[in-house]
């Protein structure tokens, strides 16, 4: 178990990479579906969360639950808009837009603690249940490569070289990595705080989905894009009915 679920962490790292070469190696059309993906992560989130985390958390630990998912709702956003600032996910995509060198550092820091807490909540989700750990899997690989876009985005639109690009994308999978394995850490300790940890990467997906996705969706100008939202909804229950059928649920 704790070797599948190292592989599918560095599955999504894999990913957010793959995101940041692709920027890095001029292949542009990935950046035209960047809001396509974005879109459906932000529905497939929400959807996971509400249908299936949240109400797990209430049924495993009762009423503690809704402190935790607060907390992991709370954790989240410090980090990422009170100690390194607002955080966008591809702001700085097109080319004439450039960027000082320290905002390319604060979107770095918040992109590494938000790498960190998809980590967290694959890592908790398949220890807690393994079916569902893999719809949080899932939910968080469909947004790994816009992730990777952005930050190998940033990294040159702020002037840094195109090695410093494909770095800060690598930088932020093993930032995941490490979230996978800050779970195996805490449950060695007392395996009883699992439950705590899951409710605190559902409040994390929550955050995720309805404060860093939703609002990016928002800023389109195109009108398929909100659409996809309710796309990621399907998507996610197409998910959990394939899931439940091979689990054998």
């Known amino acids: 178990m704790v070797l599948t679920i190292i592989l599918y ?9 793959l995101g940041g070469a692709l920027v890095v190696l001029r292949r542009q ?12 992560s932000a529905g ?23 402190l935790y998912l607060l907390l992991g709702y709370a954790v989240l956003h410090f980090f990422e808009h009170t100690v390194v ?7 700085e995509k097109h080319k004439e837009v450039m960027v000082s060198r320290m905002a390319s550092y604060s979107t770095f820091a918040g992109l590494f603690i938000h790498a960190f807490f998809d980590g967290f909540a694959i890592s908790a989700g398949m220890q ?14 469909l947004h790994k490569i816009p992730e990777g876009l952005t930050i190998a985005t940033v990294m ?23 979230g996978v394995i800050s779970v195996f850490l ?22 995720v989905g309805a404060s860093d996705l939703i609002p990016e969706v928002n800023r389109s100008e195109k009108r398929v894009i909100p659409l996809l939202v309710f796309v990621g909804m399907v998507l996610f229950y197409a998910s959990r009915m394939a899931v439940s059928h091979v689990a054998g649920g």
Do not use: C, N
């Open 9 to 17: 962490g560095l599955a999504a790292a894999l990913a957010e990479i």
């Open 29 to 40: 059309w990935p950046a035209r579906v960047q809001e396509f993906l974005l879109a459906l």
């Open 44 to 66: 497939f989130l929400l959807a996971l969360a509400f249908v299936e985390l949240i109400p797990e958390s209430l049924s495993v630990i009762g009423s503690e639950a809704a």
């Open 85 to 91: 600032g607002h955080l966008h996910f591809g702001e």
């Open 128 to 141: 807690f249940d393994f079916a569902l750990g893999l719809l949080v899997f899932l939910a968080v690989f």
């Open 156 to 178: 040159l639109a702020a002037d840094h070289r195109r090695k410093t690009a494909l770095m800060a994308s690598a930088a932020i999978g093993t930032a995941t990595m490490l």
């Open 186 to 207: 805490l449950t060695e300790i007392d395996e009883g705080v699992l439950g705590l940890a899951f409710a605190f990467s559902a409040g994390a997906t929550v955050y």
